[in-house]
T-cell receptor, first 109, second 119 residues
Framework: QKEVEQDPGPLSVPEGAIVSLNCTYSNSAFQYFMWYRQYSRKGPELLMYTYSSGNKEDGRFTAQVDKSSKYISLFIRDSQPSDSATYLCATDSWGKFQFGAGTQVVVTP | SAVISQKPSRDICQRGTSLTIQCQVDSQVTMMFWYRQQPGQSLTLIATANQGSEATYESGFVIDKFPISRPNLTFSTLTVSNMSPEDSSIYLC????????????????FGAGSRLTVL
């Protein structure tokens, strides 16, 4: 069983819609949670970082962590074609990072 | 945050050959990480490279196949040896970046990756 599970998509949404991305993880020792965005032919870049249950908001992006369910989410409001990318969830436990496989998101104009 | 330059950005290689990927960071870092990214799969850590010591390899990766050099605190190389089509992948260099402004956080910054195709 993978330590971090993520639906690979692709997820196609019209411009302006809300994008909802999810990951589950198996190890309750994971303490920190991240979302990375990866554009085609680029490396992953950090998008959101959180270390507690609850919501964290940054502009159009909201990261949500539910440690009791071992569930992490990313919501993108008012999606734009420039949000088309692969989104990877990741966890960190004492410097050991585990990544999801990434969900490809396509926002159509 | 750190800026990482990787080269080559892409290459097409013949079976049985070897290719060395270079990673240059614009600041001194203790550890550098090499990841492999295969289509539809999670980023997989190959090894951790510390300056002045041998790299630490993850399960399933061996030094003979993926020799790593770390001559100083800003540079590392990963060689993919005796390549087969199964080695076709994106290889990513990464560093832990304290310059993100997130107190106490370990976050990774990545290079743009090296896309290898082995025929």
């Amino acid at each position: 069983q993978k330590e971090v599970e993520q639906d690979p998509g692709p997820l196609s949404v019209p411009e302006g819609a809300i994008v909802s991305l999810n990951c589950t993880y198996s190890n309750s020792a994971f303490q920190y949670f991240m979302w990375y965005r990866q554009y085609s032919r680029k490396g992953p870049e950090l998008l959101m970082y959180t270390y507690s249950s609850g919501n964290k908001e940054d502009g159009r992006f909201t990261a949500q962590v539910d440690k009791s369910s071992k569930y992490i989410s990313l919501f993108i409001r008012d999606s734009q074609p420039s949000d088309s990318a692969t989104y990877l969830c990741a966890t960190d436990s004492w410097g050991k990072f585990q990544f999801g496989a990434g969900t490809q998101v396509v926002v159509t104009p | 945050s750190a800026v990482i330059s990787q080269k080559p950005s892409r290459d097409i290689c013949q079976r049985g050959t070897s290719l060395t990927i270079q990673c240059q960071v614009d600041s001194q870092v203790t550890m550098m990480f090499w990841y492999r990214q295969q289509p539809g799969q999670s980023l997989t850590l190959i090894a951790t490279a510390n300056q002045g010591s041998e790299a630490t390899y993850e399960s399933g990766f061996v030094i003979d196949k993926f020799p790593i050099s770390r001559p100083n605190l800003t540079f590392s190389t990963l060689t993919v040896s005796n390549m087969s089509p199964e080695d076709s992948s994106i290889y990513l260099c990464s560093v832990e970046d304290p310059g993100t402004g997130i107190s106490g956080a370990n976050v990774l910054t990545f290079g743009a990756g090296s896309r290898l195709t082995v025929l």
